[in-house]
């Protein structure tokens, strides 16, 4: 009897589509990766960058990463969804500012976080989701040469300024030197924060044209990389600076 029970528990083991599950109930087999905080996915963890050189030094993610699914579904509802005029009224109006050297119009709610103008509206994906609470970075765009977190700021407030995106920055079909120091050193795994990165580090080299790697360090702590690509990104921000000469 005991014989024929390990026999058909084997057969479902082996027969099961799923894949070499254990399949006693109750149990669950958990994915572990071979990471520096014992086994723990890298993604569950930020990295810290004045850490980067020696060791890491992980923390918690905070709160408001747990409300991320549900704060990007109320964003982009709103950015998409046409509601019926008689349950709701939003006033539109509408919004001109020069967007990456060119004088654009929008009419949108003027509530509407930049963000989600800039990607839904005008078609420009570069810049990017992460949080949705100036947290991390990955929105960063310029307004009139200074870095702000897109995702916070409601498109009224660029009315009459300039925006410029990561589309923006190269010019004539010629990378930014920022743009090719970026691809030189390898600066990046995934890519999904390189563009935020790229646009705080150039607005931070306007103010600093010839930091230290401290300078850079300090100024870069608030973009968050995951793949931890500390060490080159400074590099390549270090390679920018001399290439740019102190220019833009």
């Known amino acids: 009897m005991a014989l024929d029970r390990s026999r058909h528990l084997l057969a479902r083991h082996v027969e099961d589509p799923r894949g070499p599950f254990d399949l006693t109930p109750g149990r669950r087999i958990q994915r572990i990766i071979g990471t520096p905080d014992g086994g723990r996915s890298c993604s569950s963890w930020q990295y810290r960058w004045r850490h980067s050189t020696a060791q890491f030094d992980y923390r918690p993610p905070s709160p408001y990463i747990t409300a991320n699914l549900q704060c990007v579904a109320d964003q982009r509802r709103k950015s998409t969804i046409r509601r019926h005029p008689e349950k709701e009224m939003i006033m539109e109006e509408m919004v001109r500012f020069k967007l990456n050297g060119k004088q654009t119009a929008a009419t949108v709610d003027s509530e509407r976080m930049l963000l989600w103008v800039l990607r839904t509206d005008l078609g420009l994906t570069g810049t990017k989701y992460g949080c949705g609470q100036s947290q991390c970075g990955a929105c960063t765009v310029l307004v009139n040469n200074e870095a702000v977190r897109s995702c916070m700021m409601p498109v009224r407030d660029v009315r009459e300024k300039e925006v410029i995106t990561i589309e923006g920055l190269s010019g004539n ?33 306007r103010k600093n044209p010839h930091p230290s790697a401290a300078d850079i360090v300090r100024e870069m702590d608030d973009n968050l990389c995951r793949c931890g690509a500390h060490q080159r990104i400074i590099q390549a921000i270090q390679k920018a600076a001399l290439e740019m000469g102190g220019g833009s």
Do not use: K
């Not at 930014?176 to 935020?196: I, R, V």
């Open 173 to 205: 079909g010629t990378l930014h030197p920022l743009q090719n120091a970026f691809m030189e050193s390898d600066a990046l795994q995934c890519g999904y924060c390189t563009p935020g990165m790229i646009m705080n580090a150039y607005a931070f080299l």
